[in-house]
Nanobody, 121 residues
């Protein structure tokens, strides 16, 4: 079994910063792409940022220059560092990893449970 556990969400004032973490545990052979998504009330889940196994990154336009994704492969962890937060960044943030489990199991996407980020104006 593979599990993703997120941490780091909370309440912050506009202009503040937060760092989200997502750690994978279990019988893991290899982790490929990692990403962060968010879902605001009444809206569809959207991709915020992703990072490939080679370290290439991509961001949704609304967070470019304010948000940075990076990974620690030794810890099976992906981070999302968010600066200059805005009220419109308020959402539940989810991490996703594409993982090949140990034991010749098929490669698939795994999701974290979500962490709430609330930005007050």
């Amino acid at each position: 079994q593979v599990h993703l556990v997120e941490s780091g969400g909370g309440l912050v004032q506009a202009g503040g910063s937060l760092r989200l973490s997502c750690a994978a545990s279990g019988s893991i052979y290899r982790i490929y792409d990692m990403g962060w998504y968010r879902q605001a009330p009444g809206k569809q889940r959207e991709l915020v940022a992703f990072i490939t196994s080679g370290g290439d990154t991509n961001y949704v336009d609304s967070v470019k220059g304010r948000v940075f994704i990076y990974r620690d492969n030794a810890k099976n962890t992906v981070y999302l560092h968010m600066n200059s937060l805005k009220p419109e960044d308020t959402a539940v943030y989810y991490c996703k990893m594409n993982i090949e489990p140990a034991g010749l199991l098929p490669r698939q996407d795994y999701w974290g449970q979500g962490t709430q980020v609330t930005v007050s104006s």
